[in-house]
């Protein structure tokens, strides 16, 4: 039984809408990519906050699920979590509660979510040291475990360039998905990001540009383009042989404006 029946995220409360259509699509081109050997973990980050990383990771969790794939997401955010509040879960006990107590089991902070097919693995309470915990060997212990558990372990991360967290997991995944916003992703931020991923050995498999408008010409940037991690011979593909040059294309003409004070991000 599903811990919660009223998910808002747009991929369950309404499948049959474009942008539910779009995270379908994302879904579909990343099973290109992964066509010879399909992926079993795969981190989602952004440059810098409110980028909308984690509502992707959340939708992309869901569209994998309907899709059949036994699904799972770790929240490993773990100073400012959303996936609880996405799921609209309980957070009292989760991923830092298998780190500190090695008697945890994982049956014990696994939930149930309204979508079949996905569970979800909250960050628990917030640590004080984040990244020396992810640093642990504990954690690879932990991701390896759940990969033989799930067909696909999906891990949401803080902002690339604000702290150490997601390259430090970058390393420990099969890929990783940089999700970037038009109108408010800076390109030096995002050229830091890839700059900080490539340092960590990571394997960068596409991006998500999100935050197009949805009308007229934009609508179909957006729908094809924009949430479509494209195939090796593609978007992921160029995204690394052109050290970064497609992506400097891509947000070049985004406008220059700073985002807007946020005490939070996702």
Do not use: W
């Amino acid at each position: 039984m599903a811990e919660s029946h009223n998910l808002k995220i747009i991929t369950h409360a309404n499948p049959k809408s474009p942008v539910a259509e779009a995270y379908r699509i994302l879904r579909t081109n990343l099973n290109f990519v992964a066509v010879d050997k399909p992926f079993k973990s795969v981190l989602v980050t952004s440059p810098g906050p409110v980028d909308g990383k984690s509502t992707t990771l959340a939708n992309l969790g869901v569209a994998m699920a309907q899709a059949g794939v036994n699904t799972l997401i770790v929240d490993c955010d773990l100073r400012r979590p959303r996936q609880h509040r996405l799921f609209a879960l309980p957070n009292t006990k989760g991923f830092t509660n298998l780190l500190a107590d090695r008697g945890t089991a994982l049956d014990e902070v696994i939930r149930e979510t309204a979508a079949p097919g996905l569970k979800v693995l909250t960050s628990g309470p917030i640590p004080p040291n984040p990244s020396e915990l992810l640093a642990s060997q504990h954690v690879k212990d932990v991701i390896a475990e759940l990969e033989t558990r799930f067909q696909l372990v999906l891990i949401d991360s803080p902002p690339v360039v604000a702290v150490a967290d997601a390259a430090i997991l970058a390393s420990q995944v099969d890929g990783v998905l940089i999700v970037v916003r038009a109108h408010q992703t800076k390109q030096n931020l995002a050229e830091a990001a890839k700059n900080l991923l490539d340092k960590a050995s990571a394997n960068i498999i596409g991006i998500v540009l999100n935050g197009i408008p949805m009308n007229g010409e934009d609508y179909y940037y957006y729908y094809y383009y924009g949430h479509g991690a494209d195939s090796q011979k593609g978007l992921a593909d160029r995204f690394g042989r052109s050290s970064f040059a497609r992506l400097r294309r891509i947000v070049k003409n985004l406008a220059s404006r700073q985002p807007k004070e946020d005490p939070d991000y996702d």
